[in-house]
Every structure is written in structure tokens, then in C-alpha cells.
């Protein structure tokens, strides 16, 4: 929402800002030599299956924008002026001037000289007529020459123009340090386009929408002097300029930005656990070496928060989330790494179990190996996920050979208490998260699509590690 400083004063139409900067936008660069991780959704059939699609998201869209977004501001209330009495009032044609009013707390001592000056360039050029239903409020003109290329400088200066005529007039110490904040922001976002984006896609800026969701993280990075906030912050304006405007990722973006800026650091690290366990888990984990090397280290850099009953209400409330209490068994983290990583809690089987299976030939070698350490037969599901995705994949097994290899394979996990020992044995500071989750009311948070784009990209932020949205939004 725009507002206009003085709904009684007409301010002249900005230009466009017209000055061309010949700087050549960096090409796209990629990280080399960086591991990228390979996601999936648990409880659904892998990526490496062509005839399955992933699941859609369990989670609700937010219900109402303006409860999960930051308010827009209004403006600061001016002094009334004072009216003459009335046997010296004159009263002024429907063509003339109106009493300007003065604002409440001038942003500067020399701001009584602003009228000789020429009115700041604005990239929005934003009409001075006021709507109807609300005289203070101004209407979005056109965007003018969109024709002209921008680059990542021009883009740090239409940012500066579009805080400036959005945000509320403050005293001059508090009005410099709002400056300083959205400096360090914008430094974090410059790195960003140049890395991340082409000319072209640069220029996307001179899109109304885009730069309504800058304003948004404007507003936001100037009120908050968070570190953690202007980085996701930038990412999330990236991965918005980057989506078309047709895809429904445009609109959870776009979402994202106006929810962030209501959440805790704390809060941010909860919804990337809940990612992490409930959500996604990493491909390629055939043994133990390979969760303690690939797993564990992402898992345990989250952990480090209160996971109070407020914070949970809180994410709930913000459109994180939604809180679907179940049965303790279910919520238990245990048996959501069993699902995710099942060979790792597996015991073997006899020859005599694994023939009682009566796995038809077209598809025993795909069901089960012989493990020649341990002497014995094994399934060659590494999740639950897999495990369905073999039943779809293989039709002419009967259900009858379906609900024993089933049943065998539950077996084969074994007990809670025993997966727990098997857990603590070969990551001892697992603990930490069995803990942290079975006693935290977070085990009850389901995230939503909102939910899932916070914590992925929190997550990739503080890892370095790219995350396929598309998985999960698409």
C-alpha cells in the first residue's frame, strides 16, 4: 500500500530515474566443487521412479495475508491547522492552495528548504490523486520506460527511492540508523543478484509486484537489526524474481517475504528441523558412516531452541504451520528416521524367513540381498518410501505377497527401545535430538507450503547446500 506524506498537498509526478549506469552485469556464476544434496519427500516414492509423482503437501494455505503479514504503515499524524476566526475567514476558491499541514516529527532541521527542491527520482511514479474510499492513500501509476535495462547498481538505488517514499518520517537519529540497516541489507542483496542473476532477470525489478515485495523486506530490515533476517531476506527475493508469474512458488515467495519478518531466529531454526525430519530426507544413506558424514551434521546445527507451546501457537498463527496433535508413537522422532532411513535399523533375515516371503522371481532381486558380513538376507529398501514405490512398480505381486513382505519388513525394525540403543550407539549426540523433539511441542507442527520455502531456505543459507524446491511446491 502507498502512502502520500500530506493528503493535502499534490505531490508532483516523480520521473523515472533516468540516469544510465554502462556497468556490465556479472555473468551467473556457480559454486564449484560444492556437494549438492539430493531430497526427497519420506513416505513417498523417489525421484528415481519415472512413473511416480511426489505426494502433494499436507499444509493449508495461510488464511488471511493481512494476519501474517506486517501491517502497512500509515502516516504520522499532522497538526490540525489553525483556523482564523470568522469574521476574518475567507473562504478560498475550489481552484486555489490549501493549508499545508506540518508533520509531527520533521525528519530534519533543513526539511523547511525541501520545497526548492526537485522531487526525488521514483521508479513507481505513483499518482497524487487519493482513492475515494481513503484520501491518504495514493494509486500506483504506471511503470514508465520499462524498456530500460537496470543493473544491480540502479536496482540498490530504486531500493533507497521506494524506502524513502514508504517509510514513516522519523526523528533524524532514528531515520539514520534505519539508513544503516537497510545499507547492510542492501549489501547482502547485491551479492545476491550479481551471483545469482542475469541481466535480464535483473530487470524484472521494474515490476510493480517484485517491488512491492521489496518494499516489504525494506520496511522489515529497517525495523529489525537481525542478522539472520536480512540474509533470508535476500534469498527470498532472488528465488521471487526467479519465479514466473504464473507459478504457484511466485505466490508462496511472495508469501514468505511479508511472514519472515514475523518470526524468531529460534523460530527459523524450528521450521528447518521440521523440514529436515518430517519433510525431506537425503539420498544415497546406505550405512552408518554415511548418516554421520552426510545426516547428522545438518540435523544438529537446529537444535538449539526452546520449542515452547507460545512459539508453536505462534508459527500456527503466522501461517507457518498447522498443529495436528497425534499419537505419541507416530510424533516419535525414532520412528520417523525409521521410515527415512530404514536400512540403517534393519535386522537381517534368515534364509528360511526370506524364502517364507514368496517373493516371485521378476521381482525378488529387487526386494531383498544377501549381506555376506553378517551372514545373512536383507531388504534393499532404504526407506519406507521405497518400500511403496516397489509395490507400484511390481503390479503382479498379490496382496497377499504385498501384506507379508510388509509385515516381515516392520519386523525386521524391530522395537522403538531397540532402534533408540542403535541410534545413541552409533551417533552418540543424538540424544540431543530425541530430547529436543520428543519432549517439544514441535512434534506436533506440520508445516505448510509456507513453512516448507522458510525452512528450506533458512536451511540453505546456513549450509550452503541447494534444496530442490520443486519437490515439494510445484
Known amino acids: 500500500m502507498w502512502f502520500i506524506k500530506n493528503k493535502n498537498k499534490n505531490l508532483a509526478q516523480a520521473e523515472i530515474l533516468s540516469e544510465e549506469i554502462n556497468t556490465d552485469i556479472p555473468d551467473e556464476n556457480t559454486r564449484n566443487n560444492e556437494p549438492t544434496l539430493n531430497f526427497i519427500i519420506p513416505n513417498a516414492p523417489t525421484s528415481d521412479d519415472p512413473t511416480i509423482t511426489p505426494p502433494k503437501i499436507n499444509g493449508a494455505n495461510k488464511k488471511n495475508s493481512e494476519v501474517s503479514g506486517p501491517r502497512s504503515f500509515v502516516p504520522i499524524p499532522t497538526v490540525p491547522t489553525k483556523f482564523p476566526p470568522d469574521n476574518q475567514y475567507q473562504q478560498k476558491s ?141 534469498d527470498l527475493i532472488v528465488k521471487r524474481v526467479l519465479e514466473d508469474e504464473s507459478s504457484l512458488k511466485r505466490i508462496v515467495y511472495t508469501e514468505a517475504i511479508k511472514t519472515v519478518p514475523l518470526l524468531t531466529s529460534e523460530m527459523l531454526d524450528m521450521l528447518t528441523l521440521t523440514f529436515l525430519i518430517r519433510r525431506a530426507h537425503i539420498l544415497d544413506i546406505n550405512d552408518w558412516n554415511d548418516f554421520r558424514s552426510r545426516v547428522w551434521p545438518f540435523i544438529e546445527q537446529f537444535l538449539v531452541f526452546r520449542g515452547t507451546q507460545a512459539e508453536l501457537q505462534h508459527l500456527e ?80 505381486l498379490s496382496p497377499g505377497t504385498k501384506q507379508r513382505i510388509a509385515a516381515t519388513f516392520e519386523k525386521c525394525m524391530g522395537s522403538l527401545e531397540s532402534s533408540y540403543d542403535r541410534l545413541i550407539s552409533e551417533v552418540p549426540s543424538a540424544a540431543a535430538l530425541v530430547n529436543t523433539w520428543n519432549n517439544s511441542p514441535i512434534r506436533f507442527l506440520d508445516p505448510t507450503s509456507v513453512g516448507l520455502v522458510i525452512g528450506a531456505t533458512h536451511f540453505e543459507g546456513r549450509t550452503g547446500q541447494q534444496v530442490p524446491i520443486d519437490v515439494w511446491i510445484n
Open 317 to 396: 498463527y503466522a501461517g507457518c504451520g498447522i498443529v495436528a496433535p497425534s499419537a505419541a508413537e507416530e510424533s516419535d522422532v525414532i520412528r520417523i528416521l525409521r521410515a527415512s532411513y530404514s536400512i540403517l535399523f534393519q535386522r537381517g533375515m534368515s534364509f528360511d524367513e526370506a524364502k517364507a516371503l514368496r517373493i516371485p522371481e521378476s521381482a525378488i532381486t529387487d526386494a531383498i540381498y544377501a549381506d555376506d558380513t553378517e551372514v545373512c538376507y536383507k531388504f534393499k529398501f532404504r526407506s519406507k518410501a521405497e518400500l511403496d514405490a516397489f509395490f507400484r512398480h511390481h503390479p503382479e
Open 94 to 234: 475550489q481552484h486555489s492552495e490549501l493549508t499545508e499541514t506540518k508533520p509531527l516529527f520533521p525528519s530534519s532541521a533543513s526539511e523547511s528548504t525541501s520545497k526548492s527542491k526537485p522531487p526525488p527520482h521514483n521508479l513507481l511514479s505513483p499518482e497524487t490523486h487519493a482513492t475515494n474510499d481513503n484520501p491518504s492513500i495514493s494509486r500506483l501509476g504506471p511503470v514508465k520506460n520499462t524498456e530500460k535495462t537496470l543493473t544491480v547498481s540502479a536496482v540498490r538505488e530504486v531500493a533507497k527511492d521506494v524506502f524513502m517514499e514508504n517509510f514513516p518520517r522519523l526523528r533524524q537519529v532514528a531515520h539514520v540508523e534505519a539508513e544503516r540497516r537497510i545499507e547492510l541489507f542492501l549489501s547482502e542483496l547485491d551479492v545476491r543478484l550479481s551471483r545469482s542473476l542475469s541481466s535480464e532477470q535483473v530487470n524484472k525489478f521494474n515490476d510493480p509486484a517484485i517491488l512491492h515485495s521489496l518494499n516489504q523486506a525494506l520496511q522489515a530490515t529497517a525495523l529489525q537489526n537481525e542478522v539472520a533476517l536480512r540474509k533470508i531476506l535476500a
